[in-house]
Protein backbone atom coordinates (compact mmCIF):
# COMPACT_ATOMS: atom_id res chain seq x y z
CA UNK A 1 0.00 0.00 0.00
CA UNK A 2 1.55 3.49 -0.88
CA UNK A 3 1.21 6.32 1.47
CA UNK A 4 2.11 10.01 1.34
CA UNK A 5 5.19 9.06 3.42
CA UNK A 6 6.97 7.17 0.43
CA UNK A 7 7.84 10.81 -0.25
CA UNK A 8 11.33 10.84 1.67
CA UNK A 9 11.46 12.99 5.09
CA UNK A 10 7.61 12.81 5.68
CA UNK A 11 6.53 11.78 8.98
CA UNK A 12 2.30 11.38 9.78
CA UNK A 13 1.22 11.28 13.42
CA UNK A 14 -2.01 10.46 14.84
CA UNK A 15 -3.82 11.32 18.28
CA UNK A 16 -7.24 10.49 19.06
CA UNK A 17 -10.20 9.49 21.92
CA UNK A 18 -13.27 7.70 21.48
CA UNK A 19 -15.66 6.52 24.40
CA UNK A 20 -16.91 9.08 27.52
CA UNK A 21 -18.46 11.51 24.68
CA UNK A 22 -15.56 11.73 22.67
CA UNK A 23 -15.20 10.56 19.00
CA UNK A 24 -12.57 13.39 17.50
CA UNK A 25 -8.72 13.57 17.00
CA UNK A 26 -5.91 15.45 15.20
CA UNK A 27 -3.44 14.35 12.38
CA UNK A 28 -0.18 15.99 12.09
CA UNK A 29 2.13 15.55 9.11
CA UNK A 30 5.54 16.40 9.84
CA UNK A 31 7.80 17.44 6.90
CA UNK A 32 11.53 18.07 6.93
CA UNK A 33 13.45 21.18 7.60
CA UNK A 34 13.09 24.16 4.60
CA UNK A 35 9.99 22.14 3.12
CA UNK A 36 7.94 24.81 0.96
CA UNK A 37 4.15 24.47 1.39
CA UNK A 38 0.88 27.09 0.31
CA UNK A 39 -2.92 26.19 0.15
CA UNK A 40 -5.59 26.49 -1.86
CA UNK A 41 -9.16 26.62 0.43
CA UNK A 42 -12.18 25.81 -2.12
CA UNK A 43 -14.88 25.02 0.82
CA UNK A 44 -17.45 27.53 1.56
CA UNK A 45 -17.83 26.61 5.12
CA UNK A 46 -14.03 26.62 6.27
CA UNK A 47 -12.38 26.37 9.52
CA UNK A 48 -8.17 27.13 9.09
CA UNK A 49 -5.25 28.60 11.18
CA UNK A 50 -2.82 30.24 9.24
CA UNK A 51 -3.40 29.79 5.68
CA UNK A 52 -2.80 33.46 5.23
CA UNK A 53 0.95 33.16 5.58
CA UNK A 54 1.21 30.24 2.89
CA UNK A 55 0.16 32.50 -0.13
CA UNK A 56 3.04 33.25 -2.60
CA UNK A 57 3.06 36.87 -2.06
CA UNK A 58 3.56 36.91 1.87
CA UNK A 59 7.04 36.87 3.55
CA UNK A 60 7.69 33.03 4.95
CA UNK A 61 8.00 30.33 2.01
CA UNK A 62 8.58 26.89 4.43
CA UNK A 63 6.23 25.05 6.84
CA UNK A 64 7.04 23.53 10.03
CA UNK A 65 3.70 21.15 10.38
CA UNK A 66 0.47 20.64 8.94
CA UNK A 67 -2.15 19.99 11.45
CA UNK A 68 -5.41 18.54 10.53
CA UNK A 69 -8.11 18.60 13.56
CA UNK A 70 -11.43 17.50 14.34
CA UNK A 71 -13.42 20.20 16.53
CA UNK A 72 -14.60 22.49 14.59
CA UNK A 73 -12.64 25.88 14.91
CA UNK A 74 -12.54 24.91 18.24
CA UNK A 75 -10.08 22.10 17.57
CA UNK A 76 -7.66 24.75 15.55
CA UNK A 77 -6.37 24.72 19.38
CA UNK A 78 -4.06 21.97 18.60
CA UNK A 79 -1.99 24.00 16.47
CA UNK A 80 -0.60 25.66 19.42
CA UNK A 81 0.84 22.45 20.56
CA UNK A 82 2.33 21.70 17.29
CA UNK A 83 3.52 24.95 17.50
CA UNK A 84 5.15 24.28 21.26
CA UNK A 85 6.67 21.17 19.74
CA UNK A 86 8.39 23.16 16.81
CA UNK A 87 9.97 25.53 18.93
CA UNK A 88 10.99 22.77 21.82
CA UNK A 89 13.11 21.69 18.85
CA UNK A 90 14.28 24.56 17.21
CA UNK A 91 11.91 24.57 13.72
CA UNK A 92 10.06 27.95 12.61
CA UNK A 93 11.07 30.96 11.61
CA UNK A 94 14.29 32.22 12.69
CA UNK A 95 13.12 36.20 14.77
CA UNK A 96 15.58 37.63 17.09
CA UNK A 97 15.33 35.62 20.38
CA UNK A 98 14.19 32.60 18.96
CA UNK A 99 11.91 30.68 16.20
CA UNK A 100 8.08 31.28 14.85
CA UNK A 101 7.02 27.69 13.82
CA UNK A 102 4.43 28.35 10.62
CA UNK A 103 1.98 25.41 11.52
CA UNK A 104 -1.00 26.03 8.88
CA UNK A 105 -3.83 24.25 10.33
CA UNK A 106 -7.47 22.96 9.25
CA UNK A 107 -10.27 21.70 11.20
CA UNK A 108 -13.39 19.34 9.63
CA UNK A 109 -16.81 19.42 11.83
CA UNK A 110 -17.10 16.52 13.90
CA UNK A 111 -18.52 17.96 17.32
CA UNK A 112 -20.90 15.62 19.18
CA UNK A 113 -20.66 12.81 16.92
CA UNK A 114 -19.05 10.78 20.54
CA UNK A 115 -22.53 12.87 22.46
CA UNK A 116 -20.45 15.24 24.09
CA UNK A 117 -20.51 18.59 22.24
CA UNK A 118 -17.45 19.78 24.55
CA UNK A 119 -15.36 16.79 23.58
CA UNK A 120 -12.80 18.09 20.83
CA UNK A 121 -9.28 18.68 20.75
CA UNK A 122 -6.95 20.35 22.46
CA UNK A 123 -3.28 22.09 22.04
CA UNK A 124 -2.04 19.04 24.43
CA UNK A 125 -3.65 16.29 21.87
CA UNK A 126 -1.87 18.34 18.81
CA UNK A 127 1.74 18.26 20.95
CA UNK A 128 0.99 14.90 20.54
CA UNK A 129 -0.01 14.07 17.62
CA UNK A 130 3.09 16.39 16.50
CA UNK A 131 5.86 14.02 18.88
CA UNK A 132 4.40 11.10 17.90
CA UNK A 133 5.30 12.01 13.83
CA UNK A 134 8.39 13.07 14.88
CA UNK A 135 9.11 9.84 16.91
CA UNK A 136 7.97 7.52 13.54
CA UNK A 137 10.95 6.24 11.07
CA UNK A 138 11.63 7.85 7.60
CA UNK A 139 8.82 5.95 4.84
CA UNK A 140 6.71 4.11 7.83
CA UNK A 141 3.62 2.82 7.19
CA UNK A 142 0.41 5.32 7.90
CA UNK A 143 -2.29 4.26 10.15
CA UNK A 144 -5.66 4.76 8.11
CA UNK A 145 -9.76 4.93 8.81
CA UNK A 146 -10.81 5.92 12.05
CA UNK A 147 -7.73 7.39 13.48
CA UNK A 148 -6.36 10.91 14.28
CA UNK A 149 -8.48 13.73 12.35
CA UNK A 150 -10.71 10.87 10.63
CA UNK A 151 -11.56 9.51 13.93
CA UNK A 152 -14.78 11.51 14.18
CA UNK A 153 -15.70 11.79 10.20
CA UNK A 154 -18.68 11.05 8.69
CA UNK A 155 -19.67 11.28 4.75
CA UNK A 156 -23.35 11.12 3.03
CA UNK A 157 -24.84 13.60 5.28
CA UNK A 158 -23.41 11.93 8.14
CA UNK A 159 -25.04 8.44 7.87
CA UNK A 160 -21.52 6.20 7.06
CA UNK A 161 -17.98 6.78 8.32
CA UNK A 162 -15.36 8.47 7.15
CA UNK A 163 -11.84 8.76 7.75
CA UNK A 164 -8.08 8.78 7.31
CA UNK A 165 -6.69 7.83 3.71
CA UNK A 166 -3.07 8.28 2.07
CA UNK A 167 -1.80 7.22 -1.86
CA UNK A 168 1.19 8.18 -3.23
CA UNK A 169 2.14 7.74 -7.04
CA UNK A 170 6.10 7.51 -8.81
CA UNK A 171 6.65 8.84 -11.57
CA UNK A 172 8.88 8.31 -14.17
CA UNK A 173 11.27 10.95 -13.66
CA UNK A 174 11.26 10.08 -9.86
CA UNK A 175 9.66 12.87 -8.69
CA UNK A 176 7.18 11.11 -5.54
CA UNK A 177 3.77 12.64 -5.10
CA UNK A 178 1.77 11.41 -2.09
CA UNK A 179 -1.68 12.40 -0.56
CA UNK A 180 -3.61 12.32 2.89
CA UNK A 181 -6.90 12.93 3.07
CA UNK A 182 -9.16 13.45 6.18
CA UNK A 183 -12.82 12.25 4.48
CA UNK A 184 -15.58 13.77 6.18
CA UNK A 185 -18.01 14.59 3.38
CA UNK A 186 -21.59 15.63 2.33
CA UNK A 187 -21.10 13.83 -0.62
CA UNK A 188 -20.65 10.53 -1.62
CA UNK A 189 -17.85 8.36 -3.75
CA UNK A 190 -18.40 9.41 -7.40
CA UNK A 191 -18.51 6.21 -9.23
CA UNK A 192 -18.26 3.92 -6.50
CA UNK A 193 -19.74 0.44 -6.02
CA UNK A 194 -21.52 0.40 -2.23
CA UNK A 195 -20.75 -3.49 -2.20
CA UNK A 196 -16.86 -3.85 -1.29
CA UNK A 197 -14.59 -6.31 -3.63
CA UNK A 198 -12.42 -6.83 -0.81
CA UNK A 199 -11.56 -5.80 2.62
CA UNK A 200 -10.30 -2.17 3.39
CA UNK A 201 -11.50 -1.44 -0.21
CA UNK A 202 -13.76 0.54 -1.77
CA UNK A 203 -14.31 -0.81 -5.44
CA UNK A 204 -14.44 1.14 -8.60
CA UNK A 205 -16.61 0.55 -11.03
CA UNK A 206 -16.02 1.24 -14.73
CA UNK A 207 -15.15 4.96 -15.59
CA UNK A 208 -17.40 5.63 -18.28
CA UNK A 209 -20.06 7.94 -19.65
CA UNK A 210 -22.37 6.06 -18.45
CA UNK A 211 -21.81 5.10 -15.15
CA UNK A 212 -23.78 5.96 -12.57
CA UNK A 213 -22.64 8.78 -10.15
CA UNK A 214 -23.07 6.44 -7.00
CA UNK A 215 -25.54 4.08 -6.54
CA UNK A 216 -29.48 4.54 -6.50
CA UNK A 217 -29.70 2.96 -3.00
CA UNK A 218 -26.34 4.72 -1.35
CA UNK A 219 -27.74 8.06 -2.75
CA UNK A 220 -31.39 7.52 -1.37
CA UNK A 221 -29.68 6.45 1.94
CA UNK A 222 -27.40 9.54 2.00
CA UNK A 223 -30.67 11.92 1.22
CA UNK A 224 -34.13 10.97 1.94
CA UNK A 225 -36.11 12.23 4.51
CA UNK A 226 -39.35 10.18 6.41
CA UNK A 227 -42.71 10.53 5.44
CA UNK A 228 -43.80 13.70 7.20
CA UNK A 229 -40.29 14.63 8.70
CA UNK A 230 -39.03 18.67 7.82
CA UNK A 231 -36.06 18.19 5.63
CA UNK A 232 -33.27 19.53 7.68
CA UNK A 233 -29.95 21.67 6.76
CA UNK A 234 -27.02 19.36 5.42
CA UNK A 235 -24.54 18.86 7.65
CA UNK A 236 -21.70 20.45 7.80
CA UNK A 237 -18.43 18.74 6.63
CA UNK A 238 -15.24 19.04 5.07
CA UNK A 239 -12.84 17.01 3.40
CA UNK A 240 -8.86 17.94 4.08
CA UNK A 241 -5.86 17.19 2.02
CA UNK A 242 -2.61 17.74 2.00
CA UNK A 243 -0.38 16.45 -0.88
CA UNK A 244 3.35 16.23 -0.48
CA UNK A 245 6.41 15.99 -3.01
CA UNK A 246 9.91 15.48 -3.02
CA UNK A 247 10.52 17.75 -6.16
CA UNK A 248 11.77 21.65 -6.31
CA UNK A 249 8.74 23.99 -6.05
CA UNK A 250 8.42 27.56 -4.91
CA UNK A 251 5.21 28.58 -2.85
CA UNK A 252 3.39 29.79 -6.17
CA UNK A 253 4.22 26.78 -7.76
CA UNK A 254 2.71 24.48 -4.92
CA UNK A 255 -0.44 26.92 -4.69
CA UNK A 256 -1.05 25.83 -8.37
CA UNK A 257 -0.18 22.21 -7.32
CA UNK A 258 -2.68 22.34 -4.23
CA UNK A 259 -4.98 24.04 -6.86
CA UNK A 260 -4.53 20.95 -9.49
CA UNK A 261 -5.41 18.64 -6.40
CA UNK A 262 -8.70 19.81 -6.08
CA UNK A 263 -9.58 18.16 -9.17
CA UNK A 264 -9.00 14.59 -7.37
CA UNK A 265 -11.26 15.86 -4.42
CA UNK A 266 -14.37 16.69 -7.14
CA UNK A 267 -13.44 12.78 -9.26
CA UNK A 268 -13.85 11.35 -5.73
CA UNK A 269 -16.55 12.66 -4.05
CA UNK A 270 -20.48 14.14 -4.99
CA UNK A 271 -20.88 16.84 -4.60
CA UNK A 272 -17.97 18.50 -3.29
CA UNK A 273 -17.12 21.92 -2.52
CA UNK A 274 -20.50 22.92 -1.14
CA UNK A 275 -21.35 25.84 1.04
CA UNK A 276 -21.73 23.40 3.44
CA UNK A 277 -18.10 21.52 3.21
CA UNK A 278 -14.78 23.53 3.89
CA UNK A 279 -12.79 21.31 1.58
CA UNK A 280 -9.10 22.47 1.77
CA UNK A 281 -5.87 21.14 0.23
CA UNK A 282 -2.43 22.01 1.70
CA UNK A 283 0.54 21.48 -0.45
CA UNK A 284 4.26 20.61 0.46
CA UNK A 285 7.41 20.19 -1.73
CA UNK A 286 10.56 18.78 0.03
CA UNK A 287 12.85 20.04 -2.19
CA UNK A 288 15.24 16.77 -2.72
CA UNK A 289 14.94 16.70 -6.74
CA UNK A 290 15.06 18.84 -9.47
CA UNK A 291 12.48 19.15 -12.39
CA UNK A 292 13.22 19.74 -16.14
CA UNK A 293 13.57 23.47 -16.54
CA UNK A 294 15.82 23.09 -19.41
CA UNK A 295 13.67 25.19 -21.73
CA UNK A 296 10.33 27.15 -21.11
CA UNK A 297 8.61 23.89 -23.22
CA UNK A 298 10.29 21.56 -20.49
CA UNK A 299 9.47 23.41 -17.00
CA UNK A 300 5.40 22.99 -18.15
CA UNK A 301 5.47 19.47 -19.33
CA UNK A 302 7.34 18.81 -15.95
CA UNK A 303 4.68 21.07 -13.73
CA UNK A 304 1.74 19.79 -15.59
CA UNK A 305 2.41 15.99 -14.94
CA UNK A 306 3.60 16.23 -11.00
CA UNK A 307 0.30 18.37 -11.02
CA UNK A 308 -2.21 16.06 -12.94
CA UNK A 309 -0.55 13.10 -10.36
CA UNK A 310 -1.49 15.29 -7.43
CA UNK A 311 -5.34 15.09 -8.34
CA UNK A 312 -4.73 11.51 -9.22
CA UNK A 313 -3.06 10.80 -5.85
CA UNK A 314 -5.89 12.71 -4.19
CA UNK A 315 -8.65 10.47 -5.71
CA UNK A 316 -6.93 7.80 -4.40
CA UNK A 317 -6.32 9.00 -0.59
CA UNK A 318 -10.12 10.07 -0.46
CA UNK A 319 -11.40 6.25 -1.52
CA UNK A 320 -8.59 4.82 0.49
CA UNK A 321 -9.83 7.17 3.80
CA UNK A 322 -13.46 5.81 2.93
CA UNK A 323 -12.58 2.06 2.63
CA UNK A 324 -10.37 2.01 5.66
CA UNK A 325 -13.28 3.79 7.88
CA UNK A 326 -15.00 0.89 10.12
CA UNK A 327 -18.16 1.27 11.61
CA UNK A 328 -18.85 2.88 15.16
CA UNK A 329 -21.56 3.05 17.36
CA UNK A 330 -22.05 6.08 20.40
CA UNK A 331 -24.56 7.82 22.03
CA UNK A 332 -24.96 10.03 19.19
CA UNK A 333 -25.61 7.68 16.97
CA UNK A 334 -24.96 4.39 14.59
CA UNK A 335 -22.48 5.40 11.41
CA UNK A 336 -22.06 2.37 9.17
CA UNK A 337 -19.20 1.61 7.16
CA UNK A 338 -19.53 2.43 3.70
CA UNK A 339 -20.45 -0.97 1.54
CA UNK A 340 -21.05 -2.87 3.76
Not at 82 to 93: I, L
Request: proline share 5%.
Amino acid sequence: MTAITDVPGLRVGHAGRTGDGWLSGVTVVLPPAGTVGSVDVRGGGPGTHETDALDPTTLTRTVDAVVLTGGSAFGLAAAHGAQRWCEENGRGFAVTGGVVPIVPAAAIFDLGRGGDFAARPDAAMGYAATAGAAARKIQHDVERGNVGAGTGALIGRGKYKGGVGTASITLENGVVVGALAVVNALGLPFGTSPARGEPGSVRLSEERASTPRVSAEAAEAATATAPGEVPQPPALNTTLVVVATNAILDKAECKRTASAAHAGLARALDPSHTLADGDTVFCLATGALALDRSSEAARQVSLITLQSAAADVVRLAILDGIGCAESVSTPAGEFGAYGR
